[in-house]
């Protein structure tokens, strides 16, 4: 998993401690949250600690079903998925980036699927993002 910028065990990061590791990129960070809530019904966050590696990552959940996991990170974010062959299916129809599908087919595969990450720096990364969680959501 991707390691956050946030890796002190003793409290998750608060919001002011985003903005402070992410300057300008915390609006993109805020935008994308409010989105999840407005298109997502019963969509849940939550931080968690996996490791002192993994540092403090949100997570979020549909039901009991992991959607994807937000890793805050000096200047910018990423946003972590694991996808089943169905989804990788779906992303290989769905006009993404040459080089964002060339990450996804190429990142590793484990027993419960292949997990990647997109760096969050600007608007367009957000739109790339949002086309990975709808498959995400529908597959």
Known sequence: M??????????????ED???AMGKTKELWNTFKTRIGEEYTGVKNEWKFYSKKSGWILVFKKNKRTLFYLVPCKDYFRVFFVFGEKAIDAAKNAHLPEDVL?????????????????DVKQEQDLNIVDTL???KDEV
């Not at 991707?2 to 919001?15: L, N, R, V």
């Open 2 to 15: 991707a390691t956050s910028i946030f890796c002190t065990k003793a409290q998750a990061p608060t919001d």
């Open 102 to 118: 060339k990450n996804i087919l190429e990142a590793p595969k484990y027993i419960e699927g292949t997990s990647f990450d997109i």
């Open 133 to 135: 969680l709808k498959i």
């Open 18 to 20: 985003i903005a402070e």
